[in-house]
């Protein structure tokens, strides 16, 4: 089992940047693809941004590609979301999240690949 916790949200102005980070407990960690997603206020939850165990593989919602980067450190067992040049529609709740997500990578998209998901952290950009 892996549990996972979200940490970085903050509140920031539009052009500015955040690191989140995603903690995950358990010996198995690189073994999952680890997937960001998002849900702002009255609006449902969507894919951010996925990495595939191996780091080697990534994909992003159009929305994010050019100023969002995901990363991971298995040594450390954390997972990154860089995001830079943050809009006012970043603002959102960020959810890391761990599955076994299947080839290709594109799949990860998808919430029901995923097995264990955090808590969140509240992102806000203001104009």
């Known amino acids: 089992q892996v549990q996972v916790v979200e940490s970085g949200g903050g509140l920031v102005q539009a052009g500015d940047s955040l690191r989140l980070s995603c903690a995950a407990s358990?010996?198995?960690?690189?073994?999952?693809?680890m997937g960001w997603f998002r849900q702002a206020p009255g609006k449902e939850r969507e894919f951010v941004a996925v990495?595939?165990?191996?780091?080697?593989?990534?994909y992003y919602v159009d929305s994010v590609k050019g100023r969002f980067t995901i990363s991971r450190d298995n040594a450390k067992n954390t997972v990154y979301l860089q995001m830079n040049s943050l809009k006012p529609e970043d603002t959102a709740v960020y959810y890391c999240?761990?599955?076994?997500?299947?080839?290709?990578?594109?799949?990860?998209?998808?919430?029901?690949?995923?097995?264990?998901w955090g808590q969140g952290t509240q992102v806000t950009v203001s104009s």
């Open positions: 990495i595939s165990w191996t780091g080697g593989s990534t």
């Open positions: 999240a761990a599955g076994r997500v299947g080839f290709p990578i594109v799949r990860g998209r998808n919430a029901n690949e995923y097995d264990y």
């Open positions: 358990g010996r198995t960690f690189s073994s999952y693809a």
